[in-house]
């Protein structure tokens, strides 16, 4: 592979970086309110939820998107998500976007440039926009290039520990950094379920390449992971380069080849954070599907594995009971053909080519009670093939979900 | 509405059929082998899982009613599926019915009709068909017009209770009676989910007319449940009509509509017991989608809320968190605005035209634990309108299917 260095400071990583993350009093604890930016300015580049019916923060921060592709920063609270808020939740928005926008432009004495917006929490509550007003001041009183885990801290609801990554590596000789922050919990599935990722790098990208690297990158990580299937109306995934570096990348390029590759191992490696951090989690699985007709029908059928809550429930109580394996391949629409098809449960197999084999229940319940379950199957069809990871259905989970309160 | 009278006896209610339910051993306890049928013969219709890797009985049963649209009748076990078995599994469900069809013409001095065969239970294991052999032979001497209940029990897995109807009503001034039988209780889904049901009619249809009215009826009831999004490999839905009440029923005639009309009441009420008996349930929940673009959007987002584990949790603990009822919506692709979307629940409205109405959640506590929750979802772009039932996702559910064994 390359040569990739993991370092610490998450989205501060990059120089020229400052993120902080303070408490305005939107959650019953911890800090809830982020600020990242560049002094710099930064080329950018979105993803968010297919929802239809998204929150103000996905409205407000794809406009801004559409109409520049540089930004200052984001402003980013935990808490309030501000879905379903009416007129009043717009307003919020916009009054949180252009805020924080004017004190990034104060503070650095550069012209003022939009700060993209995300909100994550409960739904059909207008956020308390003096709590925003007044965070937003503490946070810019506090932006620090050593900000990045605590921006990570602001940004998390039911997530229990923080997820920030960083990954160092030489592009033509010169040091390029990426990092990362990113917050699950539950919500999560593929196509950007709740789930908010901030990627920053000091690599120079326009606002298409950032655009062009951003989507594969996130399509094998972000919408490979799924905890409860569920699309949140908030998600988002955000990559700001702020050039600093000097390193030029270019998509079709040698540069290009290589940052995509560190771009993906960091995506990967906030991905599987999010999963091992699931509402609940006891254990975790990744599904690889190998053999199939095409990468399109491969994921399909390791999604459908991935969203069972039969399988979930499985993985829980360390069942291997292959056969709802069986069930999700054949719901999901991919081609299959039951004489075809093999799974293997860590390095035992249990079914090959449409046949159980024998003791093979007994054998797989050692590798289905890992920390980290690996599952292969094999529809014998063709080269298509695509992996998921997900978590397991638990009571926690249930009980998470069935008593939420902020 | 029209005169439906509810009697007892299932599907041994319409005169002229027989049924059984015995012990046979393939279950760690209670009745798990059934047979069913009529001496007469019965016109028989069917529909089967849409998953694409389904077990042996419903491979061999659609081909028996593509071959021939007679059958004496079906036999049927719970505690293997027959799913994932290979050859062997195809021998064992040929030979049952072929043990099944030999006993029925013997006991009647017929000629050999064939029997259909469904099977439930454990996957990737060939059933023992001495057992089975053994208990076609037992529920021979035991077929009686009081079998019904019986058979519905032999048929059950996780079910706790046997779901058991019949409807009576007048066609022409002649008595005709509809009856069923129906098992649950996990991996219930729509198009067909662990589920089988047994349909039972002394009217006079031809195979063609049984399809033609259980297609609609199917539809709107054993379609419109969701327990856990699963679909299983072994569903599947029999109509038999023996004839025996001489009245001739028509689908496009006046006989046809009255009798549609008894056949939907009748899978409706099956369709809810079986939701009412989901695994670990503690309450459900029926679903209203209106104003919907067309009718297939309307069940798009009635479904996307029945099959969510978020809004399944939130019903566990009566939370009235409306904003995943929204995010449902959103993610369903269904057409949606968010400033027409209303909500209510019970008789309290939530959110109107996209805004959340002032103390909403409070009032909407109240309606969110009754043991029978309604939900009002109007879209308010159309006429399009569909329902869902659907149970909640409680720590039983997860504890039966981490630990399932037989």
Known sequence: MMDLEWVDGGVTAPPGFLAAGVRCGLKSKGRDLGLLGSPRGCAAAGLFTTNTMPGWPVVLSREILAECGKVAGVVANSGVSNV???AAGLAAAKEMSSAAATLFAALWGSDERPALVAQTGIIG???????????????????????????AEAIMTTDTVPKSRAVRLKIGGSVVTVGGAAKGAGMIAPNMA?????LTTDAALTPDAARALLVPAVNESFNRISIDGDMSTSD????????????????????????????AALCE???????????????????DVLGAASDDDAVRAARAVAES???????????P???????????????????RLSIRIGDVSVL??????????????????EPEVRITIDLGLGDGRAHFWFSDLTYEYVRINAEYHT
């Open 269 to 287: 490696a906030l991905a599987v954070d999010l999963v091992r951090d699931a509402e609940g989690v006891t254990r975790i699985c990744r599904v």
């Open 309 to 319: 809550p039969l399988v979930k429930s499985a993985l829980f109580g360390s069942d």
């Open 236 to 263: 988002m995934c955000l990559l700001l380069a702020n050039g600093e570096s000097g390193v030029a990348v270019e998509p079709g390029a040698e540069s290009g080849r290589r940052f995509a590759q560190a771009l």
């Open 352 to 369: 090959e080519t449409g046949t159980p084999k024998p003791e093979g229940k007994r054998l797989a319940a050692g590798p289905m009670g």
């Open 194 to 198: 709740t789930m908010l990722a901030f």
């Open 84 to 86: 379903a808020t009416g």
């Open 125 to 151: 509550e207008v956020p308390a926009i003096d709590r925003i007003r007044s965070g937003i001041a503490d946070a810019g009183l506090s932006l620090s290039e050593d900000g990045g885990p605590d921006f």
């Open 321 to 339: 009971n292959w056969g709802r394996l069986w069930m999700a391949v054949g719901k999901s629409g991919a081609r299959a053909d039951a004489s």
